[in-house]
C-alpha cells in the first residue's frame, strides 16, 4: 500500500538586509508553524497571487516593512511526512531597500532588526544556519529539507540552481 500524498502549500521568506548597519528585519512568531522560532518575513502565496507579491504583503503585514525591488535568492522545499500540512515549497527574497516604520508587535509575531553577527540560530529551524548564508552571499540555490515529527532535520539535498524551475532568477 502506497503512502499518502502530502499536502504541500507554496510559500514565500523575505530577506530585508540594511547593509548600513548590517542588520537583518527578522520575526519571532507568536502562533503557527514556527511558533516560538526566529525567522525573516513571509508566509502562504494566495490564489492567483505571485510569489513576489506575497513576499512583499507578508514582509508589510508582519513588520509594517514595505520591501523595495526583490531579488529571487532560491527554493526551498520543506517536507513534513509525519506533520500533516507542514510541508511547503518556498521562494526565497531578498532586498536592500524598504519603506516604512518598523511595527515590531503584531498579533502574529514580533519584528526586529537583528545584527547579521547576532542571528539566534539556536532559537530557529534546525535547516536555517545551512542556507540562511546562501542567501546572505548571493548565491542561487534549491535546497530540500525533511524533518520528523519532533521537528528534527532528518535529511538534506542540494540541487544545482535550475533556470527552469525559477523561471529565471536574478531581479524580478
Same mark, same amino acid.
Given at each position: 500500500?502506497? @503512502?499518502?500524498?502530502?499536502?504541500?502549500?507554496? =510559500? /514565500?521568506?523575505?530577506? /530585508?538586509?540594511?547593509?548600513?548597519?548590517?542588520?537583518?528585519?527578522?520575526? !519571532?512568531?507568536?502562533?503557527?508553524?514556527?511558533?516560538?522560532? +526566529?525567522?525573516?518575513?513571509?508566509?502562504?502565496?494566495?490564489?492567483? @497571487?505571485?510569489?513576489?507579491?506575497?513576499a512583499?504583503?507578508? =514582509?508589510?503585514?508582519? =513588520?509594517?516593512?514595505?520591501?523595495?525591488?526583490? !531579488?529571487?535568492?532560491?527554493?526551498?522545499?520543506?517536507r513534513?511526512?509525519? $506533520?500533516?500540512?507542514?510541508?511547503? *515549497?518556498? *521562494? &526565497?527574497?531578498?532586498? !536592500?531597500?524598504?519603506?516604512?516604520?518598523?511595527?515590531?508587535?503584531?498579533? @502574529?509575531?514580533?519584528?526586529?532588526? &537583528?545584527?547579521?553577527k547576532?542571528?539566534? +540560530?539556536?532559537?530557529?529551524? @534546525?535547516? *536555517?544556519?545551512?542556507?540562511?548564508?546562501?542567501?546572505?552571499? $548571493?548565491?542561487?540555490?534549491?535546497?530540500?529539507? =525533511?524533518? *520528523?515529527?519532533?521537528?528534527?532535520?532528518?535529511?538534506?539535498?542540494?540541487?544545482?540552481?535550475?533556470?527552469?524551475?525559477?523561471?529565471g532568477?536574478?531581479?524580478?
Open positions: 500500500m502506497s @503512502e499518502p500524498a502530502l499536502t504541500v502549500k507554496r =510559500t /514565500v521568506l523575505c530577506f /530585508v538586509v540594511c547593509l548600513k548597519s548590517n542588520r537583518l528585519l527578522m520575526i !519571532h512568531k507568536k502562533r503557527g508553524q514556527g511558533a516560538g522560532k +526566529w525567522n525573516v518575513p513571509g508566509g502562504k502565496i494566495k490564489e492567483g @497571487e505571485t510569489s513576489m507579491a506575497a512583499s504583503r507578508e =514582509t508589510q503585514e508582519e =513588520t509594517g516593512i514595505l520591501p523595495g525591488r526583490l !531579488h529571487l535568492s532560491g527554493k526551498l522545499e520543506f513534513f511526512p509525519e $506533520g500533516g500540512s507542514w510541508s511547503n *515549497d518556498c *521562494d &526565497v527574497f531578498i532586498t !536592500h531597500s524598504w519603506k516604512g516604520e518598523l511595527v515590531r508587535e503584531s498579533g @502574529e509575531c514580533s519584528a526586529e532588526w &537583528v545584527s547579521l547576532k542571528i539566534p +540560530w539556536d532559537q530557529m529551524w @534546525e535547516s *536555517d544556519p545551512r542556507w540562511f548564508p546562501l542567501v546572505l552571499s $548571493g548565491e542561487l540555490f534549491h535546497r530540500r529539507y =525533511t524533518f *520528523d515529527a519532533k521537528d528534527r532535520l532528518i535529511r538534506e539535498e542540494s540541487t544545482k540552481w535550475c533556470q527552469a524551475t525559477f523561471g532568477g536574478g531581479a524580478l
